[in-house]
């Protein structure tokens, strides 16, 4: 008989040694753009974590009154996510030798079908830098669990979890680009 409750997830430790992101342009992890880009640089990534910088900007389209809108924060999240998902895209294509990882295939386009258990401590100021890291609870085919949570240097900003749904569609191909 088979136990059909749910079971805690079940993180699969890296096995991707420690990579060198200092030359990764996010753009070509991303299908937004301009303005709509909520993080500045991927400084890691494993299996199951991700981590990314932003500099809160006071042209940011989701900045008012010198302070960044919620929406932006969330944004932020998913951001994380699409650059983790990005890299994760290019490192599986066996074809590009190491040095060109991010140079051959189209980034897809992923939604948030669910965003639970979002607690906003406070808005950030522009000028601060928001560190953001994105674990995974679970991946079942283009759906992803994740638990986040946004830093400024040590105080915990914002956390939430959030349902990823990664399509098959690319900007180019949707005609958009965000």
Do not use: W, Y
């Not at 599986?92 to 190491?98: K, T």
């Not at 639970?116 to 679970?138: A, C, F, H, N, Y």
Request: aromatic residues 6%.
């Amino acid at each position: 008989m088979h136990n059909l409750m749910p079971q805690e997830p079940q993180f699969v430790h890296s096995s991707v040694p420690p990579l060198d992101l200092s030359d990764v342009n996010i753009l070509d992890l991303l299908p937004q753009r301009s303005p709509f880009i909520m993080v500045d640089k991927l400084t890691h990534f494993d299996l199951k974590t991700a981590k990314t910088v932003f500099t809160v900007r006071e042209d940011n389209m989701f900045c008012i009154d010198g302070m960044m809108e919620e929406a932006g924060l969330v944004e932020n999240i998913a951001q994380t996510c699409a650059a983790r998902t990005g890299f994760k895209q290019r490192l599986e294509n066996r074809n590009a030798p190491h040095n060109d990882v991010c140079k051959h295939e189209k980034i897809k386009i992923g939604v948030i079908a669910m965003i639970q258990s979002l607690e906003m401590k406070r808005r950030p100021l522009i000028g601060e830098v928001l560190k953001t890291t994105m674990d995974i609870e679970e991946e079942l085919f283009s759906i992803t669990f994740v638990r986040s949570e946004v830093k400024i240097g040590d105080e915990t900003i914002a956390t939430c979890r959030m349902k990823l749904f990664l399509t098959d569609k690319t900007p180019e191909e949707t005609g958009e680009r965000r």
